[in-house]
């Protein structure tokens, strides 16, 4: 009975082939008076064994978790990408569970692109990845595998396909390295320090954990190299720019510009993609010696547009335009008759400017200096020095301010030099002749 269960493969094979010639012998008739003994039943106690002798086998494979890689599945070779699940993490390294007879492991520097110390930056405990499996090793089939591979595989296609098109994509920077920038785009991408900006970037480190809008320039998957460029995006933008700003641009327009660079004659203003020119006498209504005293580079600025030559695509800019005139509400801040204290800037042959404030100067003119012949200015006042000024008359208009210097009563403390050659300044208080027997004078002749 245990022979005819459990037949070998051959002998099934046989029997099955002898199994027609029985059937073709001739059998005796049967005996209606005798039961009739039939072989039937054997073939399902036959079938019950061999369901029986089957079981062990499914029934280990369906305790396990996981499928067994051991028993007829392939071995594992380096290149597959296998998923599974995180159910380790340390310090450097991870375990991953991918359903093989042995957990996959996963080195710190596979896990990514990334400056990392600590898998646990990276990792994520029952996260599902996928890794490429770098070797098998031993007969216990331990498997080494890379997070950041698989992902630069599954990542290719689609950076074959940008680089392709032009298109531009977002590039988180990992790190700053000499002579440029690395990026974790799904592969290792890398920005060389001369393509960050549209000039020559030399500090890289404030890039780092920022994310760039960049174009793939070059591509060789054999060589695992990608270059990347922030500044052919920046390029087209700026045309781009250009053309909208040239198509819109008007004269007396104010438009929002970033201070570019400082000359000693005016300032560049970046109006996103056009650059213009601020004169430096267009920066303050007061005077300043250098732009610096009122801009610094990477200053937002309005400025107002005062000329266009489209011809040779020059746009000059004011800035004191935008800012309080303060000649507008000059007559209710210095009324005639009024005492002010004011700087002397300037000097010339017909009198001396004094600066009242910030834009606003006004003319003492030679014969308000003194009440006695003066020649020059320079006899009685000197550029820088600090006078009081009496306020004679107002123009706005003109933007015009008459100033007296003798009427203050302050042009004796002034004096440089005195009036006739070879004499000498007056001693004491300054007093005059008149001033002393004025009033007696007048007395008299009343």
Do not use: C
């Not at 002579?179 to 480190?205: H, K, M, N, T, W």
């Not at 400082?262 to 203003?269: E, K, N, S, Y």
């Amino acid at each position: 009975m245990e022979d005819h269960l459990h037949p070998d493969l051959d002998q099934q094979a046989e029997g099955a082939a002898e199994e027609p010639q029985n059937t073709a012998e001739p059998q005796a008739e049967p005996n209606p008076s005798e039961p009739v003994e039939s072989a039937a039943p054997a073939e399902p106690v036959a079938a019950e064994e061999s369901a029986e002798a089957a079981e062990p086998t499914a029934a280990g494979q369906g305790t396990e978790e996981r499928v067994d890689y051991s028993e007829g599945v392939a071995r594992p070779r380096p290149g597959d990408i296998m998923h599974g699940r995180i159910v380790q993490i340390a310090d450097d390294h991870v375990l991953v569970d991918v359903g093989y007879k042995s957990e996959g492991v996963i080195p710190l520097s596979e896990l990514t692109y990334r400056k990392i110390g600590s898998a646990a930056e990276a990792a994520e405990l029952d996260a599902e990845i996928d890794a490429m499996v770098l070797s098998v090793d031993g007969e216990e089939g331990s498997l080494r595998l890379s997070k950041r591979r698989a992902d630069e595989a599954e990542a290719w296609n689609e950076l074959k396909d940008a680089y392709e098109a032009g298109t531009v994509i977002e590039a988180p920077i990992v790190e700053a390295v000499k002579g440029g920038l690395v990026s974790d785009i799904g592969a290792r991408g890398f920005i060389p320090a001369s393509q960050v900006e549209r000039g020559y970037a030399q500090d890289l480190e404030p890039y780092v954990g920022q994310t760039l809008r960049v174009k793939i320039i070059e591509l060789d998957r054999a060589k695992h190299r990608v270059i990347l460029s922030r500044k052919v995006v920046l390029e087209e933008e700026r045309k781009q720019n250009r053309e909208r700003i040239w198509s819109g641009i008007e004269e007396e327009q104010v438009l929002h510009g970033t201070v570019k660079s400082l000359t000693d004659f005016g300032a560049f203003i970046d109006l996103g993609g056009v650059d213009g020119l601020l004169h430096v006498s267009e920066m303050s209504w007061g005077r300043i010696q250098h732009p610096s005293e009122v801009l610094h580079e990477g200053q937002e600025i309005d400025v107002k547009v005062l000329r266009l030559d489209r011809e040779r695509g020059r746009i000059s800019l004011g800035y004191k335009q935008v800012l309080p005139n303060p000649w507008d509400s000059v007559e209710e801040r210095y009324p005639i008759g009024s005492i002010v204290r004011g700087k002397v800037v300037r000097l010339a042959t017909f009198g001396a400017f004094v600066e009242l404030e910030p834009g606003i100067d006004g003319l003492v003119h030679i014969s308000q200096l003194a009440d006695h012949h003066v020649t020059r200015p320079g006899e009685v006042v000197s550029v820088g020095e600090e006078v009081e000024v009496k306020i004679l008359r107002v123009d706005p208009a003109e933007r015009r301010v008459s100033l007296s210097l003798r009427d203050a009563g302050g042009y004796q403390s002034q004096k440089r030099e005195p009036y006739q050659e070879g004499s000498t300044a007056p001693e004491g208080d300054g007093a005059t002749i008149g001033d002393l027997v004025g009033d007696d004078f007048k007395d008299l002749l009343e």
